[in-house]
């Protein structure tokens, strides 16, 4: 919802109906992901995509049923036959698309969520997609972190207190991983059955990307880190390098000790398992006191640490003399990055995202070419949730 997030909050704020298809499912190589959603207008405008063009006439279709009085209803697109014109996946993936009508009556909440995502406060929207009972299809409950100001004011049912318990407590979960998945349960929120599926989206803010040492390598991971959408904050202590002038793709440029910032972000709860670190100055006096507080803080998605194997063993002699043990040490990937080849700056933030990204998802880093089976994996962190939606 989030790419048609402005168009949508403008009709509903006219008290116009717009019918609306969610991506809630995926398997194999579907093109969108979960959460990509389209609109169709008032007018009959057509916004944003679940398929990049597979499937939208169908659902296109759909929502024009539903804003005509149709119940809301749940479609699977999967592998398009022979026929040119039949509708389907050419990529061989499958989708479940969620299509509904959205108003000022149906999702009286969509001002505040979209208020708090342009803020950048983390919410979670709980909807309805599957039920025995017809008349809970499309409700919704709005999440909150727990312990915070806005949880007091959760709002919305799913249709039962018991369930919206159930529910409430998965997506919490769910919101501070910043993942969105379709979870199920029983038809009134029993942890057990599926006759009940619940579609949750998570808003979050981005994830960060701290990257510490102020040199050319820095510059081009920042610009790297920046277009695969994280928040990125360069820290070095010297401030003639630590300059807004060197990193203008940087969200943040921060001029003190490497490991008093981190600690400082810790001690603050800004740092989850959606961060990733990079040490780049492979400099000791500034690589294991920060190294230190990486790897035995909180856990994140990323620690590495950038330098020669010759670097790499005498940090570790290092970290270990610091009294690091060796299963906080194995957070550490070191020497930094993928083996790709790299030599330039460019070349070498490139080798480093593809290993963020190869452990996001669980890939090898092998070439695809080499390989058989599904081109995307699980995430390995929903799978072991036993969440759905998953590519």
């Known amino acids: 919802m989030r790419e048609v997030l402005q168009e949508l909050l403008g009709w509903w704020q006219a008290g116009e109906r717009v019918g609306m298809g969610t991506v809630v499912g995926t398997w194999r190589s579907a093109p969108r992901p979960p959460g990509a959603s389209m609109l169709v207008g008032p007018g009959g405008e057509a916004v944003g995509s679940v398929s990049g063009g597979c499937v939208e006439g169908a659902v296109y279709e759909l929502s024009q049923e539903v804003l005509d009085g149709r119940p809301p209803v749940l479609q699977r697109y999967g592998v398009s036959d022979d026929d040119a014109f039949a509708v389907g996946l050419t990529c061989g993936g499958i989708l479940d698309v969620f299509v509904e009508e959205i108003s000022q009556q149906t999702f009286p909440q969509l001002g505040r969520v979209a208020t708090e995502i342009d803020e950048g406060r983390p919410v979670a929207v709980a909807t309805v997609v599957a039920h025995p009972d017809e008349s809970w299809l499309g409700r919704r409950l709005v999440v909150h972190p727990e312990h915070t100001a806005a949880a007091e004011g959760d709002t919305g049912t799913l249709g039962s207190a018991r369930a919206d318990a159930a529910v409430r407590d ?21 942890r057990r059955g599926d006759q009940m599926r619940v579609f949750v989206a998570s808003y979050a803010p981005k994830p960060r990307m701290l990257v510490f040492g102020a040199i050319d390598f820095a510059a081009a991971v920042a610009r790297v880190g920046s277009f695969l959408g994280y928040q990125v904050t360069v820290v070095d202590a010297r401030p003639v390098f630590a300059t807004r002038s060197r990193f203008p793709e940087a969200d943040e440029v921060v001029v003190q000790w490497p490991h008093k910032y981190l600690q400082g972000e810790v001690d603050a709860e800004r740092i989850d ?8 100055t492979h400099d000791p006096k500034f690589d294991v006191p920060l190294l230190e507080v990486a790897l035995t803080g909180p856990r994140v998605a990323y620690v590495g640490a950038m330098g020669s194997r010759r670097t790499h063993e005498d940090r570790l002699a290092r970290l270990r003399e610091a009294g690091i043990d060796e299963e906080h040490l194995a957070r550490m990937s070191s020497p930094i990055g993928l083996d790709l080849g790299a030599r330039t700056p ?41 969440e759905e939606s998953l590519t």
């Open 170 to 190: 998965d997506a919490r979960g769910l919101l501070a991983g910043g993942r969105t998945a379709t979870l199920s349960y029983g038809p009134d929120g029993e």
């Open 346 to 386: 460019e070349e070498t933030a490139v080798s480093i995202a593809a290993e963020i990204i190869a452990l996001r998802w669980g890939g090898a880093g092998d070439r695809l070419s080499e390989l058989q089976g599904p081109i995307h994996h699980r995430d390995p962190i929903a799978h072991q949730m036993g």
């Open 273 to 280: 398992e959606r961060t990733v670190i990079c040490v780049l």
